[in-house]
Each structure stands twice: as C-alpha cells, then as structure tokens.
C-alpha cells in the first residue's frame, strides 16, 4: 500500500481550475468548474474570490478554502490529494 500523497503547492486558475503541485514532483491541473456549477458545497466558491483563497490543509494532505465566517481551525470545503489525482485523470 502506497502512503498518501502530500500537497506541496497550489494556485488557483482562470475558470474554476486549480494548478496542484505534490512533493514528488507531480503537476496536476483540476476543473473544478463542473463541482462548482452543481452547487453544493462548492456554490460558495463560484465567487471567483473566495475560489482563490484556497490553502493547503495543516497536514499538507488536503486543499481547503477557508470558512467565510472567520472561524480558524473550520474549512468551507477540503479536498485530499487522492481525489485530486482522480478528478484530474479526468
């Protein structure tokens, strides 16, 4: 069993996409668009804004985007690196 991927760097993009950079080197560039467009959880992040406030997570396992609310320690939405190789594969 492979060990989880850690998140080394992000930047949000144009278009609700994501540039993710893991500490093994891998690039990987991820629509979000089509999350975002269903709503959701993710209807708080069509302000292009608040999309680009993501973070990588304290562990370095997730990428969140931080509660409107202020509130430390509480992400409005996480992702881990695992769903972001998928949702990239895509």
Known sequence: MTG???IASVAA???YRLAVGLEDGAS???DLSAQVARGGVFSA???S???ARVRIGARHRTLEWP???G???EALV????ESLLAMSAR
């Open 4 to 6: 989880l991927r850690h």
């Open 13 to 15: 993009l144009p278009g």
């Open 49 to 51: 804004a608040a999309f």
């Open 71 to 73: 509130t430390d320690g």
């Open 67 to 69: 509660s409107p609310h």
């Open 45 to 47: 992040l069509r302000n």
């Open 28 to 30: 990987l560039t991820v």
């Open 78 to 81: 996480d992702i881990d690196a």
